[in-house]
């Protein structure tokens, strides 16, 4: 348990920091006199950073112990918080911005590993379950605590009230945090490092960047990105097939609920996105709400999404993925249709009923769907496991918002040009409406594959052999 503690303390305040800074970007463009191109950098930086250090987080946990690598990390997470809280001016904000990066990138695998390591598998749902509660309450109230922080504190507050409880986290850590990973310091291949440093940093760097220009994707800045992003992913992947000690062990795919587990969470994932990213522009356009109060009606949704997920991962342990997963896929795709029927005279509940259904069906299906991939691991391979599948979260979440802010646009800017009076404010409305309604749609399409995925899914057996071969 005090392992459990010291862990969880850490990551809710790691998590709870990515979320804490969005409200007040408005506030560090007055206080600094820089851009939203600029100021934006907290954030794009921020998932650039850990898309590029999650990739190794699998050599560093077979380079170092449990209690070397939870402080090391958490000890560059409060250097970086600090730096910020004192920055006299942006660069160096961003430069704290950029560490704290750093220390919540490598927070995940380490934790993830660490429970897979110190549980058995029919007792990983809950725990997983607890962690899955860390992960989206700690996002959840980010939003609102910044608000109030911001408001009557200052901007600067939003770091120093997190320094005070990541040192009682190294400080608890360091007397109860105990080894449980094995150091097996197997070889750097530097050449896999820099293809992975490239690649999944070009790749979230060109994402992130669409929006920063009108051209969108046909910017250089950002196809060529992602076109060289894609070229080192590509390289990275072909070349840890190859090794002997790969940098992150791709062979993971050879199991099936692994696999299975990766694209029940892309679909999720995307899910979320469609959500968390255009509803609030939604509801401050067309249903005119302030922002405060569009994160009021998400508020209730994501609170319950982490007071169930434990009590999912108690029902995983119990009856398995099918059970969980079969009616909550379906729901699913039943409220990813209600949100693709959205008007401009749609009543606030059924949006605060849409978001409570989508994020309780979260709560069933991702963290299930990670505990039984990861269940059918070798115990050798927990460490590339979990560092895959935290890659993806960064990845997925650039690509993600990009591409459903591109959808939007794009069909928002085909009504227009379609109608007789596009400067109407009601106009414009109706044609933003119709790029919600398009994202959700396809949102829908994808859900209807994460059904077809609920009805082959099994609980999965451990991998006890050292070979490569999964179980039938």
Do not use: C
């Not at 910044?146 to 320094?163: A, K």
């Not at 293809?195 to 992130?208: A, D, E």
């Not at 995983?316 to 209600?338: E, Q």
């Amino acid at each position: 348990m005090p392992i459990m503690i010291s862990l969880i303390i850490g990551a809710f305040f790691a998590i709870l920091n990515e979320t804490l800074l969005n409200i007040a970007l408005t506030t560090l463009m007055d206080e600094f006199n820089i851009s939203l191109t600029t100021v934006q950098w907290m954030a794009t930086g921020f998932m650039l950073v850990m898309g590029v250090v999650i990739p190794v987080s699998a050599l560093l946990l077979q380079w170092f112990t449990t209690r070397q690598l939870f402080l090391g990390t958490m000890v560059i997470f409060t250097i970086g918080t600090s730096i910020s809280a004192v920055s006299p001016n942006f660069p160096i904000l961003l430069i704290g911005r950029l560490i704290q990066a750093i220390g919540t990138g490598l927070l995940m695998p380490i934790i993830f590993n660490v429970f897979l390591l110190i549980f058995p598998p029919e007792k990983r749902g809950k725990i997983m379950g607890i962690v899955g509660l860390v992960i989206m309450f700690a996002p959840a109230i980010g939003p609102t605590l910044s608000g109030i922080i911001v408001e009557y504190l200052g901007w600067r507050y939003l770091f120093i009230t997190v320094i005070p409880f990541a040192v009682f986290s190294i400080a608890f850590a360091y007397k109860y945090l105990i080894n449980v990973s094995e150091v097996t310091k197997p070889k750097i291949d530097i050449l896999s490092i820099i293809f992975s440093t490239v690649g999944f940093g070009s790749v979230v760097y060109g994402f992130s960047a669409v929006g920063e220009s009108a051209s969108g994707f046909l910017s250089p800045n950002v196809y060529i990105s992602i076109s060289v992003g894609v070229i080192g992913v590509v390289l990275f992947s072909f070349r840890q097939l190859k090794l002997e000690q790969p940098v992150m062990d791709l062979r993971v795919f050879k199991y099936p609920m692994y696999t299975h587990a990766v694209l029940m969470f892309l679909i999720i994932m995307m899910a979320m996105f469609a959500s968390e990213i255009i509803l609030p522009i939604y509801m401050q356009g067309p249903l005119a709400l302030t922002a405060a109060t569009a994160g009021l009606v998400l508020l209730p949704g994501s609170i319950l999404n982490g007071i169930m997920s434990p009590f999912m991962g108690h029902l995983f342990d119990k009856f398995g993925p099918r059970f969980l997963m079969i009616p909550a896929t379906i729901i699913l795709s039943g409220t990813m249709f209600m949100m693709s029927r959205l008007s401009v005279d749609t009543s606030l509940w059924v949006i605060i009923v849409g978001y409570i259904l989508l994020m309780l069906t979260v709560s069933a299906i991702m963290m299930p769907a990670e505990t039984n991939g990861l269940n059918q691991l070798p115990k050798r391979l927990y460490p590339h496991g979990t560092a895959v599948m935290t890659t993806l979260q960064p990845v997925a979440g650039a690509i993600g918002v990009s591409v459903f802010i591109s959808i939007m646009n794009a069909r928002q800017l085909h009504f227009l040009q379609n109608v007789k009076t596009p400067q109407d404010p009601a106009t414009i409305n109706l044609a933003m409406v119709a790029g919600v309604e398009l994202v959700y749609f396809i949102a829908f399409a994808m859900s209807l594959a994460a059904v077809i995925l609920a009805f082959i899914v099994y609980r999965a057996v451990p991998e006890k052999e050292t070979g490569d071969l999964p179980n039938n």
